[in-house]
């Protein structure tokens, strides 16, 4: 069993930047693929990026490449998800996860157990 707690969301201006942090429980932290996923109001769950267990391979959402970093530190059971050159359209709340297949990590069902997420606001 793995418990997942977002924190770092908040109202940032459109070009700012915000550090998602994902607290993870567990003895096993380091042998999950770590994702992060978004859902803004009356839209589907999408995905944001994932990374490996040993941090050596990630993926991005192509509308998130090149604006936000996904990073992990297992020593301190945790992930990050730097946003920098945030936009209105970034707007949604913003879950973690954990899952065990890294060839499921772009999509829902590729993962086991999820965080309750943390609301990022981008006003224009």
């Known amino acids: 069993q793995v418990q997942l707690v977002e924190s770092g969301g908040g109202l940032v201006q459109a070009g700012g930047s915000l550090r998602l942090s994902c607290a993870a429980s567990?003895?096993?932290?380091?042998?999950?693929?770590m994702g992060w996923f978004r859902q803004a109001p009356e839209k589907e769950r999408e995905f944001v990026a994932a990374i490996i267990w040993s941090g050596g391979s990630t993926y991005y959402a192509d509308s998130v490449k090149g604006r936000f970093t996904i990073s992990r530190d297992n020593a301190k059971n945790t992930v990050f998800l730097q946003m920098n050159s945030l936009k209105p359209e970034d707007t949604a709340v913003y879950h973690c996860?954990?899952?065990?297949?890294?060839?499921?990590?772009?999509?829902?069902?590729?993962?086991?157990?999820w965080g309750q997420g943390t609301q990022v606001t981008v006003s224009s």
């Open positions: 996860a954990a899952g065990s297949r890294w060839s499921g990590a772009r999509v829902t069902n590729g993962y086991n157990y």
């Open positions: 567990g003895r096993t932290f380091s042998s999950y693929v």
